[in-house]
Nanobody
Framework: QVQLVESGGGLVQAGGSLRLSCAAS????????MGWYRQAPGKQREFVAT???????NYAESVKGRFTISGDIPKNTVYLQMNSLKPEDTAIYYC????????WGQGTQVTVSS
């Protein structure tokens, strides 16, 4: 059974840091890309950052310079270090993996208080 399990969310004050982790398991096909998306209340899910099997990194403009994605695709793990958090970063953060299809975790809540 394919699973993406996130951890590391929580409540933090503006300017603080959090580190999200995601572990994937049960994949029969190799994962090509892993990353993070987020969905704030009343908004659509949006791209945050991804890392490819070739270690190509991609970031949303809104998080560049503040968030750092890292991971080991062959080991099916990905992390998101979030620094200088802002209240507008408050959202449910979803782990993402791409094989021939898109796969999503259940999400972890990140709340940034002002």
């Amino acid at each position: 059974q394919v699973q993406l399990v996130e951890s590391g969310g929580g409540l933090v004050q503006a300017g603080g840091s959090l580190r999200l982790s995601c572990a994937a398991s049960g994949f029969a096909l190799p994962i090509n890309v892993m990353g993070w998306y987020r969905q704030a209340p009343g908004k659509q899910r949006e791209f945050v950052a991804t890392i490819s099997s070739g270690n190509y990194l991609n970031y949303a403009e809104s998080v560049k310079g503040r968030f750092t994605i890292s991971g080991d695709i062959p080991k099916n793990t990905v992390y998101l270090q979030m620094n200088s958090l802002k209240p507008e970063d408050t959202a449910i953060y979803y782990c993402y993996a791409l094989t021939r299809a898109n796969h999503w975790g259940q999400g972890t809540q990140v709340t940034v208080s002002s």
